[in-house]
């Protein structure tokens, strides 16, 4: 039997000891063969009888079920939750983005947006995984893409140091970063970190 975890206040489950010793007294009155039920089943049971499922707690758990079928089953049908927003944006972070979205959207109880997360981190893809086994093209207009081909104008840049003029390779880099940046595929501050430590290289091996 799966175990399910209630959360009840000190006062609320002293008064439920109370009722089951009380309760066990008088099975044994009544001269029953058999041993009176647990206190976590007998407990488990008073509790849900006094507080019966509404309509639309019912709505929501079925909801939510459509939501993960829907994702859980989307590879039988030829597709895929992919994530991609790149290394700017964590696959953690645009998950709970989208659990959020959904919820406020149907309206929700906030306790569903961890679980619709849940979903979303476990079954979601990254970008750089959904590559074309006998071509080895990653998505089009992927983020993931995008990264590839800025670290490679960075490596044919840095290995083009030795007789390219180095502000102009600073200014590729440069430009190339803030294309990223305009794109959303990487961040303010890594952008300038990136772009500081390409300077920092640059130069020094132009002076060695």
């Not at 600073?170 to 970190?193: H, K, N, P, Q």
């Not at 772009?195 to 060695?208: D, E, P, V």
Request: hydrophobic share 40%; net charge negative.
């Amino acid at each position: 039997m799966p175990a399910v975890n209630i959360i009840i206040s000190e006062t609320d489950h002293k008064k439920l000891q109370e009722d089951y010793d009380k309760m066990t007294i008088a099975w044994v009155q009544q001269g029953r063969q058999s041993a009176p039920p647990p206190f976590e089943h007998w407990a488990g049971e008073r509790l849900i009888r006094a507080t019966p499922v509404s309509a639309d707690e019912i709505g929501q758990m079925r909801l939510f079920s459509a939501i993960e079928q829907l994702v859980t089953s989307m590879h039988l049908h030829g597709f895929c939750l992919a994530h991609v927003g790149g290394h700017a944006t964590p696959p953690e972070k645009s998950a709970l983005e989208l659990a959020q979205a959904l919820a406020r959207h149907f309206e929700l109880p906030a306790h569903y947006v961890k679980r619709l997360q849940d979903v979303f981190c476990y079954y979601q893809k990254s970008a750089a995984s959904l590559v074309d086994g006998n071509v080895g093209n990653a998505l089009l207009h992927s983020a993931a893409a995008i990264e590839r081909v800025y670290d490679d104008l960075l490596d044919r840049t840095t290995k083009a140091l030795d007789h390219l003029d180095t502000e102009r390779a600073i200014g590729r880099i440069e430009g190339a970063i803030a294309l990223l940046v305009s794109l959303e595929v990487m961040g303010r501050e890594s952008a300038m970190e990136k772009t500081q430590a390409f300077k920092s290289s640059a130069r020094t091996l132009k002076k060695s």
